[in-house]
């Protein structure tokens, strides 16, 4: 039975994995489609090969999401209907955000979810680790973004202030599909690792691997990495039209302005912090800081609201939507 629900585990976390892919597809090639930088299928393939390389490149966002919640003192079928149902959670309030086209976090989605099916469960939530690891780098990350795409913004009006502003964009529009390309990486390297922490949490749960391991198994990355590399190639459209268009328009220039920030933002967290933060809040407050640059009212600020709410709802909605799905299991006996 313990190995039944082990499986199940699995094929709903690459489930997740697979609809995180689709779900922030938009992420990493909207800007470069709205531009004419790439077509569509092209973007959606680079982004995907990019993906899954990205997810190969390190361990230390997974075993963050690993260490979030513990399940050392519950039994093994309890602890992983805890994981379960966290992850049932977060693919519930990823349909619903993609439905209505909003840019939310998967990843807030998903460590959400394991911190409200563990309260609901009554096992142990790491708040500590979700503090210094989650809630300031989601509060952090989209304001760096922001700013710093503003300032390289206006770093690049000056430079090239006197130079013909046709072949100028020309050149910015070439170089997208390198910041596309990097984006997509660190896109990769944050949100696949989140599936491996849930999946290796779960096989450690079931003590299929010792306590002590640290090295995640082979098997665990190429799911992962291969999961959201076909959710990514899927494509997400309604999220592309809101962050291609929605938001603000964006010429080559900015848009390969908020490309590079947000990429750079990814890999210092990933490597420095091994913060686990959302990809859609770091290149949606780079595109707007770049865009502000034209003037502050060319911002949409009305769907920026909607979407900042859709941030601020994320981690209570699913953890709410993880704790219900628990207790359904509980009143059916599963848990």
Known sequence: MEFAIVVAVVVVALAFDYTNGFHDAANAIATSISTRALTPRIALMIAAVMNFVGALLGQEVAHTVSEVIGT????????????????????????????????????????GGLVGAALAAGATVHWATIVDKVLIPMVASPIVGFALAFLVMLAFMWIFRRRNPHRTFRGFRMMQ??????LALGHGLQDAQKTMGVIFLAVLTAGYYPASQTQLPLWIILCSAGAISLGTYSGGFRIM???????????????????????????????VWHAPISTTHVITSAGMGSGATTRVSAVRWGMARSIVMAWVLTFPAAGLAAAIVYWIFKAVNLA
Request: proline fraction near 3%; hydrophobic fraction near 55%.
């Open 241 to 271: 039209r809101t962050l291609g268009r929605k938001i603000i328009h964006l010429d080559p220039a900015r848009a390969f302005s908020a490309e590079s920030v947000g990429a750079a933002v990814l890999y210092t967290t990933a490597f």
């Open 72 to 111: 050392a003192h519950v039994s093994v079928r309890h602890g992983l209907m805890i994981v379960l149902a966290a992850l049932f959670g977060a693919i519930v309030w990823n349909l619903v955000t993609w439905y209505f086209g909003l840019p939310s976090s998967s990843s807030h989605a998903l460590i």
């Open 177 to 182: 599909m390198l910041s596309a390309s990097a």
